[in-house]
């Protein structure tokens, strides 16, 4: 029989919808109902495409005995974290406070007033490496309330107050200058792996938002070390394990510090931000690598991951049936030598071994190889390699595909449509610039429908129950401007100044401090507030840089005040923790080069417009139109006149404007950076 969750749009909590468990959604009623029965609420969080999760879930929570257990003594309460980052910021933070780490599942057990008292992540069924069991754990909990109310209450108090009093210290000072900047970029050169690429050891993450800082920054400032540290980095991961040799797109991370063995799962967010970084890594340094891996994990967007609404989904999963129809980690990817036989007959699969790493050992798990591209095969036949792949290709896809996690997310579809619509500018691949603008109609109908604020989720086209938080307004107003960038109509510039004047008036504290919910959001115990950078921009600083961005087009004093407000916590953190802030520091790059105007009187898709969005200037705004509507649509274009009745490009910065031009390669020598 179904538990209350099969009336939900998670993708991952209707995977739990068949448990004996008797889940809750996050709700008031689970928490007036733990009142009425006098028991505490248990917490579970985790998320479609996560691998303990899905452990956990079978060993516990579809055991009879557990969930009987359970549902006696508790409101069990599931939540999708990437439904409600709310929710799983607030209680990590908890439980990183108390426990030192924090991760998913994660288990949290509350007061029926959702106060945290007792932690954990994954609990086995049995004991193991000194982990207590979880039916240990729901004993212990369930004694603890019994006989010792007054201790947990004490507890539950005092992890409250000390989470209220965690203030943020935001710079507060003014905005980062050169000396943050140089202070960021020095302790991102001590931490630079030099002989594999990344920063820090194992596990490895892809550093999307770091490699757009260094970009911006070696434009700007000419720093050969940047690029280096940039263009290495992309190299590697291009040729590792993480990186999807047959199909393209980037698994989460890898597990070694050589990007040899991923972890499997494919998340739309990684993909959607490294797309562009290579897509720009290619504008700065002509590579034909960076422009293949570009496309290609373009492509793979499109093709695996985008619904039928036009939007795309969240995430593919590590794990896929193998030939034994057990579900296992990477079964979908790996090969050995074996299998290549078999596709490829003798000849082709040493050359494919040779050329993918296929070793009789195997790089991965009994046997098996993570194909990669070591580099030692000396030089190669293009289109021999081009043929085994295509036929590797077919061959894998007979095999049982990986899940996907089908709910679209308002933040990483923005990532995906700035993603798409700058590779399909710079590639001369209008298909790609018709998916972002598919997917931006997708978040207009749905997301913002009636209600004129933005929904989170999406499935199946219909819209969750959960608010937008920062980083939804923040990364979908940046797929807007990028939009509204390479095709010219200034709609979806409209839109993006409709998203941030929410963000204004909902999301913005004293002092240029942000929120991640909005002033009239559910009221949790700690109203959430992260601005660091993980594997995607902080709401904080996707919100910074889409504002400055939108004042650089519009002239709006208070768009731009608000930028530079919010830019202090990455004036506090940029020179500490640089490889947590990458993208407020490319944003601070931005805000040191003006962002440079740039406006185009003229055609769409016209040489001087192609020429103005492959400048390397960080964080230029570029508008093209032409006619007279055209200053409707941009306030950039207002009283730009043809020079000589042709096309022309203005480049302004700081109320400063350059002589107009109608030379592209004049034109492109003022974007250089």
Not at 121 to 145: C, D, I, K, M, N
Not at 169 to 184: K, L, N, R, T
Not at 309 to 330: C, N, P, Y
Not at 354 to 374: I, N, Q
Request: net charge negative; charged share 25%; aromatic share 8%.
């Amino acid at each position: 029989m179904a538990n209350r969750l099969a009336q939900t749009t998670s993708p991952y909590l209707l995977q739990h919808a068949d448990n004996p468990v008797d889940w809750w959604p996050w709700s008031p009623e689970a928490f007036d109902e733990a009142r009425k029965r006098d028991v505490p609420v248990l917490l579970s969080v985790g998320y479609a495409s996560c691998h303990w999760c899905h452990v956990m879930a079978h060993e516990s929570f579809e055991d009879d005995d557990t969930a009987a257990y359970l549902n006696a003594h508790f409101v069990p309460v599931k939540v999708d974290r990437e439904e409600r980052p709310d929710v799983d910021a607030v209680y990590m933070e908890a439980v990183q406070a108390a426990t030192g780490h924090g991760g998913w599942p994660m288990t949290v057990f509350l007061t029926p007033d959702a106060e945290p008292f007792y932690f954990g992540t994954y609990f086995p069924p049995e004991p193991r490496h000194g982990s207590p069991s979880f039916q240990q754990v729901l004993e212990g909990v369930t004694a603890a309330w019994t006989d010792r109310r007054d201790e947990v209450a004490e507890v539950a108090g005092r992890i409250v107050a000390d989470l209220a009093g965690r203030s943020l210290v935001h710079g507060g000072d003014g905005v980062p200058g050169e000396s943050e900047v140089a202070q960021a970029l020095l302790g991102l050169t001590r931490e630079y792996d030099e002989q594999h690429g990344g920063f820090g050891g194992a596990p490895k993450f892809p550093p999307a938002m770091v490699v757009e800082f260094l970009l911006r920054h070696y434009a700007r400032t000419g720093a050969e070390g940047a690029l280096q540290m940039a263009a290495d980095t992309c190299t590697a991961m291009a040729r590792g394990g993480i990186y999807d040799q047959l199909g393209g797109g980037f698994a989460r991370y890898s597990v070694d510090r050589e990007w040899i063995v991923p972890h499997f799962e494919k998340m739309l967010y990684d993909n959607a931000l490294l797309c562009r970084v290579y897509a720009h890594l290619w504008r700065t340094t002509g590579s034909d690598e960076a422009r293949r891996i570009a496309l290609e994990t373009a492509d793979f967007m499109v093709r695996e991951l985008r619904t039928a609404e036009g939007g795309f989904a969240s995430a593919l999963d590590a794990d896929s049936e193998d030939a034994d129809g057990k579900h296992v980690e990477g079964a979908y990817y790996v090969w050995t030598p074996a299998q290549l036989r078999e596709v490829l007959g003798e000849d082709d699969a040493a050359f494919a071994a040779a050329y993918f790493g296929v070793t009789e050992d195997g790089t991965f798990e009994e046997g098996a190889s993570v194909l990669r591209l070591p580099g030692d095969a000396g030089p190669v036949d293009a289109a021999r390699v081009a043929g085994v792949r295509a036929r590797l290709l077919a061959a894998r896809d007979e095999r049982p595909h990986p899940g996907r996690d089908d709910k679209v997310v308002a933040a990483w579809n923005g990532l995906a449509i700035a993603a798409l619509a700058e590779t399909g500018a710079y590639f001369d691949r209008p298909d790609l610039v018709e998916r972002a603008t598919e997917a931006a109609d997708l978040l207009v109908r749905v997301h913002l429908g009636e209600v004129a604020r933005l929904t989170r989720t999406s499935k199946d086209g219909r819209a969750g129950d959960n608010a937008g938080v920062l980083e939804d307004y923040g990364d979908v107003a940046e797929g807007f401007l990028a939009l509204a960038a390479v095709t010219g109509e200034g709609a979806w510039l409209e839109f993006a100044g409709f998203l941030l004047d929410i963000v204004l008036e909902q999301f913005t504290g004293e002092g240029g401090q942000l929120y991640d919910t909005a002033h009239d959001a559910e009221q949790l115990i700690r109203r959430p507030q992260d601005p660091t950078d993980s594997a995607t921009p902080s709401g904080w600083t996707a919100a910074a840089g889409a504002l400055l961005s939108y004042a650089a087009y519009t002239g709006s004093e208070a768009h731009r005040t608000a930028a530079e407000g919010a830019l202090g916590v990455v004036k506090a953190l940029g020179p500490r923790v640089p490889r947590f802030v990458g993208w407020g520091l490319a944003v601070a790059e931005a805000l040191l080069d003006g962002p440079r105007e740039v406006a185009v009187a003229g055609p769409v898709g016209g040489e001087l417009h192609r020429t103005a969005l492959l400048g390397r200037a960080p964080g230029a705004v570029v508008a093209a139109g032409e006619g007279p509507g055209a200053g409707a649509e941009f306030p950039l274009l207002v009283d730009r006149p043809l020079l000589g009745g042709e096309p022309t490009a203005y480049v302004c910065r700081h109320f400063v404007c350059d002589a107009p031009t109608n030379d592209a390669e004049e034109l492109a020598g003022k974007l250089g950076g």
